[in-house]
């Protein structure tokens, strides 16, 4: 009697140990397979992306002295908040002042900067519709001064003695401008490119001051800053045109799988004269998707074998083999 019950207990302990190292190898491959979905593959796509190099004008077979480099990285909508809080709901979610006061008290933007020796002009294209709303005439005055500040910049306080105040200037660069809706275009037809629109819908046309910007608002700009890139988003699809005297305008793309199965964002290197851009894309959601699935999958397949529900496909393989060689 003593001697069963020993056997029934170690008979116990070896299902328990078998079950132990069941659940332990499941819990590494659940993580192995959250560390590759949430990190890893991150890391091993984005290794191919390079900073662009802005080219040097040569002179007499030698390069000038180097200006300094700017490198950022654009991106645009990436509607975190999900699809009721980050989504754009035309114009019931319009900004009014007490939003603008809110998003400039906790990122504290500024429309005008300057880095390394580079203007950015930073747009609030809600604020360019041009239907007499309560920010609209504010915004203007501020593109204004904006533009009086950079006409001062290219033509020197000596060409304009008095006119453009006695504080430091801005350097002498034709701006970027930052902006969320693109400027007036018809439609996407002639955009190219793997994260451009999809071809049933490059030829909808684009409705002015609900797609794009108006042609009035968007000659403004153009007339007002004078740029040499534009950055815009809104569009989700990646597209890029030129306005007026060739100045180019470059439609981000969407930076969230929520909109784009090949969401991607921009690396530029900047100087005052010269830039240079670069894609760089993320990991494909499909397949992020068909990892899970895969991985999902295997684990139905061990729990069956470990039930005995199904046959261990190495233990059938090998019976197999064994039951050809003895044929």
């Not at 990285?73 to 603008?100: C, P, Q, S, V």
């Not at 994260?195 to 046309?205: F, L, N």
Request: net charge positive; proline share 6%.
């Amino acid at each position: 009697m003593a001697a069963f019950r020993f056997g029934f207990g170690r008979l116990n302990f070896h299902l328990l140990k078998r079950r132990s190292f069941l659940l332990l190898k499941l819990i590494a491959f659940v993580c192995s397979v959250l560390l590759f979905c949430e990190f890893l593959i991150y890391y091993l796509v984005i290794l191919r992306c390079n900073w662009p190099e802005v080219k040097t004008p040569a002179h007499g077979g030698e390069q000038e002295t180097l200006e300094p480099v700017l490198k950022a990285m654009f991106l645009a909508d990436t509607h975190l908040l999900g699809e009721l809080r980050g989504h754009w709901l035309d114009k019931l979610r319009r900004m009014n002042r007490y939003r603008i006061k809110r998003f400039e008290k906790v990122f504290n933007p500024e429309r005008l900067f300057s880095w390394k020796g580079i203007n950015f002009v930073m747009v609030n294209s809600v604020a360019l519709e041009g239907d007499g709303c309560d920010i609209c005439s504010e915004a203007e005055a501020e593109l204004m001064d904006i533009s009086h500040k950079l006409n001062c910049s290219r033509e020197g306080q000596e060409q304009r003695p008095g006119q453009c105040g006695e504080g430091p200037q801005l350097p002498a660069s034709a701006p970027v401008l930052l902006q969320h809706f693109p400027l007036y275009r018809r439609s996407d037809a002639n955009c190219s490119g793997d994260d451009a629109a999809p071809p049933e819908e490059k030829g909808i046309p684009f409705k002015e001051r609900y797609d794009v910007l108006s042609r009035e608002a968007s000659q403004k700009l153009l007339w007002w800053l004078r740029p040499r890139l534009i950055l815009s988003g809104h569009t989700h699809s990646g597209c890029e045109v030129l306005h007026g005297a060739g100045v180019p305008e470059l439609s981000v793309p969407s930076f969230s799988w929520r909109n784009r199965n090949n969401p991607s964002f921009i690396m530029g290197s900047l100087t005052p004269t010269e830039y240079a851009l670069a894609k760089c894309y993320l990991p494909l959601e499909d397949t992020v998707l068909t990892t899970y699935c895969a991985a999902a999958g295997f684990l139905v397949v061990l729990m069956l074998v470990h039930l005995g529900l199904v046959t261990s496909p190495v233990l059938f393989g090998y019976k197999l083999l064994r039951k050809f060689k003895t044929v």
